[in-house]
């Protein structure tokens, strides 16, 4: 099983990154995708889920109107593009495999936002 984060990077306020989450070694349409985050010194935090077939999609109050989370089934990969970025935004982004009778996560990559 693979589960790889790609897309983190610098970027200043206001900016706008899009992650990437590549999937491989599991029926990724079983799953429900989601996103976490962790900054410096907190616990690990949902940001945004979608369902297997992208009926329906939920988001962290923080990031609402902001983020916008998708899959793509056919190519097992789901996104999350992050726009109008905030300092707060900084934290290293997880992507998270949810199945009936497995987990999944990835390594994680870093978002900071800084001027």
């Known amino acids: 099983v693979h589960v790889v984060e790609s897309g983190g990077g610098l970027v200043q306020p206001g900016g706008s990154l899009r992650l990437s989450c590549v999937t491989s070694?599991?029926?990724?349409?079983?799953?429900?995708m989601k996103w976490y985050r962790q900054a410096p010194g907190k616990e690990r935090e949902f940001v945004a889920g979608?369902?297997?077939?992208?009926?329906?999609?939920s988001y962290a109050d923080s990031v609402k109107g902001r983020f916008t989370i998708s899959r793509d089934n056919a190519h097992n990969t789901a996104y999350l593009q992050m726009n109008s970025l905030k300092p707060e935004d900084t934290a290293v982004y997880y992507c998270?495999?949810?199945?009936?009778?497995?987990?999944?996560w990835g390594q994680g990559t870093q978002v900071t936002v800084s001027s």
């Open positions: 998270n495999a949810n199945g009936y009778d497995n987990n999944y």
């Open positions: 070694g599991f029926t990724f349409s079983s799953y429900v």
């Open positions: 979608i369902l297997r077939s992208s009926v329906s999609s």
